[in-house]
């Protein structure tokens, strides 16, 4: 046997296999006899007209608002400080390997980049 005569056969044995399943599935599809109390029907509902809604000045309550009292300004006396702060934020990539090579922090493998 040769690749054409594989290849044939192969190809062959494919179009049948398909054909089957196409007869199978016209044969599942086929139209039953159905009666009116298993037919479903989709009914969409109409849209509804839109209504303009609008809020009139004397429905709005003073007493919803948040007062100022609550809430005051200068918050700084109510914070409580555990200790002075010893770090002023991030570092540039210059400053983190100055840091690394006068072993200030401690790295444990190496920085990607």
């Known amino acids: 046997m040769n690749w054409f005569n594989f290849l044939l056969s192969l190809a062959i044995g494919y179009a ?4 089957l399943n196409i007869l199978y ?3 599942l599809s086929s139209p039953k ?5 298993d037919s479903h029907e989709i009914i969409i509902p109409r849209p509804a007209a839109p ?5 009139a000045s004397s429905e709005i309550k003073v007493s919803s608002m948040i007062p100022s009292e609550q ?8 914070v409580l400080k555990s200790a002075q702060l010893e770090s002023t934020g991030g570092v540039s990539i210059n400053e983190l390997f100055s840091l690394m090579q006068s072993q200030v922090i401690e790295y444990t493998k190496a920085i990607p980049y």
Not at 16 to 19: G, K, L, M, N, P
Not at 51 to 55: M, Q
């Open 16 to 19: 049948i296999y398909y054909v």
């Open 25 to 27: 599935d016209l044969y």
């Open 33 to 37: 006899p159905t009666s009116q109390s």
């Open 51 to 55: 209504v303009k809604v609008s809020l």
């Open 71 to 78: 809430y005051p300004a200068d918050q700084s006396s109510t």
